[in-house]
């Protein structure tokens, strides 16, 4: 999935300064995993991962990935192997009206909408399979390892036929190729690190209070909130027919803007981050562009650090452009490690 300030790249760099600074560190908090790219890289190493986000669907793609060991056996279900039942299911074979489906409903083209977010048979399909997945789960078919292994599937393949230039902030006025694809959902790589990791869907004050060895943060850099770029799959996930306006559909976000996209309170915001943190160590992924200064926050981090612990480390990184990334110079990604004193 391509997101916004994603760490794809950056993630062998991360686990470079963690093994230079701390060696391996036993449990690592990812307190914005977004889209738990870095936490199951990390679980991958060996470390027990506790990940966390406020938008749902983030929530909804650890907890059916990073949040397993192994891949649910399914047997109540009775269908041995459901992500293929659901890639081959149809309209009348899941039995669901078509005046139902609130995804084709609004965002794909018809009677009543204009919207092209995505062609009518993915539409249908993507609603098809949320509500089965739905059905399953409230009728005690699947238990939540099967209802999220499956909802991340489906929410992993949506992207790849969503008619945007990368995120869901407005879509695109003629048909990208990618959209007369089917939509297919693939099995969710699963893999075991032995260990008890969790996932949460709070707000990342409250995961402040855990200790740890290590607290990875990525917050936001500039003033874009999250969820109306991704506003339609934080729907999917939840499937919870709100009410939407506007030329995208949007739904309401009010209560989910983020500190971190203010420049009235990012100081604020970097400094009750790094404060009242529990963990031993802190890594923040930022970049010298971003809201808050490069002189700033290596001051709160100086502030708050142990035996001059304060790490800086930049690398020449490529800018996020919609659908086009392009090299920029001068834009770099940092890494601010830090002892908590």
Same mark, same amino acid.
């Given at each position: 999935?391509?997101?916004?300030?994603?760490?794809?790249?950056?993630?062998?760099?991360?686990?470079? %300064?963690?093994?230079? /600074?701390?060696?391996?560190?036993?449990?690592?908090?990812?307190?914005?995993?977004?889209?738990?790219?870095?936490?199951?890289?990390?679980?991958?190493?060996?470390?027990?991962?506790?990940?966390?986000?406020?938008?749902?669907?983030?929530?909804?793609?650890?907890?059916?990935?990073?949040? #397993?060991?192994?891949?649910?056996?399914?047997?109540?279900?009775?269908?041995? /192997?459901? %992500? &293929?039942? #659901?890639?081959?299911?149809? #309209?009348? &074979?899941?039995?669901?009206?078509?005046? *139902?489906?609130?995804?084709? !409903?609004?965002? !794909?083209?018809?009677? +009543?909408?204009?919207?092209?977010?995505?062609? /009518?048979?993915?539409?249908?399909?993507?609603?098809?399979?949320?509500?089965?997945?739905?059905?399953?789960?409230?009728?005690?078919?699947?238990?939540?390892?099967?209802?999220?292994?499956?909802? !991340?599937?489906?929410?992993?393949?949506?992207?790849?036929?969503?008619?945007?230039?990368?995120?869901?902030?407005?879509?695109?006025?003629?048909? *990208?190729? $990618?959209?007369?694809? =089917?939509?297919?959902?693939?099995?969710?790589?699963?893999?075991?690190?032995? &260990? $008890?990791?969790?996932?949460?869907?709070?707000?990342?004050?409250?995961?402040?209070?855990?200790?740890? *060895?290590?607290?990875?943060? =990525?917050?936001?850099?500039?003033?874009?909130?999250? #969820?109306?770029?991704?506003?339609?799959?934080?729907?999917?996930?939840?499937? =919870?027919?709100?009410?939407?306006?506007?030329?995208?559909?949007? +739904?309401?976000?009010?209560?989910?803007? !983020?500190?971190?996209?203010?420049?009235?309170?990012?100081?604020?915001?970097?400094?009750?981050?790094?404060?009242?943190? +529990?963990?031993?160590?802190?890594?923040?992924?930022?970049?010298?562009?971003?809201?808050?200064?490069?002189?700033?926050?290596?001051?709160?981090?100086?502030?708050?650090?142990? *035996?001059?612990?304060? +790490?800086?480390?930049?690398?020449?990184?490529?800018?996020?452009?919609?659908?086009?990334?392009?090299?920029?110079?001068?834009?770099?990604?940092?890494?601010?490690?830090? &002892?908590?004193?």
């Amino acid at each position: 999935m391509r997101y916004i300030g994603g760490k794809s790249l950056l993630t062998g760099r991360i686990n470079e %300064v963690i093994q230079e /600074n701390i060696g391996r560190p036993s449990t690592v908090i990812d307190i914005f995993s977004g889209s738990a790219v870095v936490g199951d890289y990390l679980k991958k190493q060996g470390y027990r991962v506790i990940s966390n986000d406020f938008l749902y669907f983030s929530y909804a793609i650890a907890k059916g990935t990073i949040g #397993l060991n192994r891949r649910p056996s399914f047997l109540r279900l009775g269908i041995r /192997n459901p %992500v &293929r039942y #659901l890639n081959e299911l149809t #309209l009348e &074979r899941a039995q669901i009206d078509l005046k *139902d489906c609130f995804i084709y !409903s609004n965002y !794909s083209p018809n009677e +009543r909408c204009d919207r092209m977010y995505f062609q /009518n048979k993915n539409a249908v399909k993507i609603d098809i399979i949320r509500q089965t997945i739905e059905r399953w789960y409230q009728e005690g078919k699947i238990d939540d390892k099967g209802y999220y292994y499956l909802l !991340s599937a489906l929410l992993n393949a949506v992207p790849y036929v969503s008619n945007i230039a990368g995120i869901y902030a407005a879509y695109l006025k003629y048909w *990208d190729d $990618r959209t007369f694809n =089917d939509i297919v959902l693939t099995e969710p790589d699963i893999y075991s690190n032995g &260990r $008890r990791n969790q996932c949460y869907n709070k707000d990342y004050t409250e995961l402040l209070r855990i200790k740890s *060895d290590l607290m990875y943060a =990525d917050p936001p850099y500039n003033s874009r909130e999250y #969820l109306p770029n991704y506003h339609i799959l934080e729907t999917i996930a939840r499937y =919870d027919n709100p009410a939407i306006h506007g030329v995208t559909g949007m +739904r309401d976000y009010e209560e989910q803007k !983020s500190e971190f996209c203010k420049k009235s309170a990012v100081y604020g915001a970097f400094e009750r981050l790094v404060r009242d943190c +529990r963990s031993k160590y802190i890594l923040i992924s930022y970049n010298n562009e971003g809201l808050l200064s490069t002189e700033e926050l290596s001051q709160i981090c100086t502030r708050y650090c142990k *035996d001059n612990s304060f +790490r800086l480390y930049e690398y020449a990184y490529r800018r996020y452009k919609n659908k086009i990334p392009n090299e920029t110079e001068g834009l770099k990604e940092q890494l601010y490690f830090l &002892r908590r004193r």
